[in-house]
Nanobody, 125 residues
């Protein structure tokens, strides 16, 4: 069974950085994509990024472009989200999710098959 486990969330001041990790297991194939979503209280879930394990190509939401970077360590089955220049509006629960590939519709959460439990990111002003 596919399992995703996020870690790395926490409390950080505005302008600071965090690196989220998503540990993936249970895949029966080598090529898959990992997306990052976030959900703030009272708001809809937002697609943040999607990275393809095969070639490292990634999509980013405009709200995080230039500040967040997704990467993967295929040997460890890990995907990371490096978040720099964090702002209070980045405060949310962050989730990783998986499907077979990334596309320009990466932000549609209904396309994803498996989800992690989420990790809280809080940015103080």
């Amino acid at each position: 069974e596919v399992q995703l486990v996020e870690s790395g969330g926490g409390l950080v001041q505005a302008g600071g950085s965090l690196r989220l990790s998503c540990a993936a297991s249970g895949f029966t194939f080598d090529d898959y994509a990992i997306a990052w979503f976030r959900q703030a209280p009272g708001k809809e879930r937002e697609g943040v990024s999607c990275i393809s394990r095969s070639d490292g190509s990634a999509y980013y939401a405009d709200s995080v472009k230039g500040r967040f970077t997704a990467s993967s360590d295929n040997a460890k089955n890990m995907v990371y989200l490096q978040m720099n220049s964090l702002q209070p509006e980045d405060t949310a629960v962050y989730y990783c999710a998986t499907r077979d590939y990334c596309s320009d519709r990466y932000y549609e959460d209904t396309l994803y098959d498996y989800w992690g439990q989420g990790t809280q990111v809080t940015v103080s002003s």
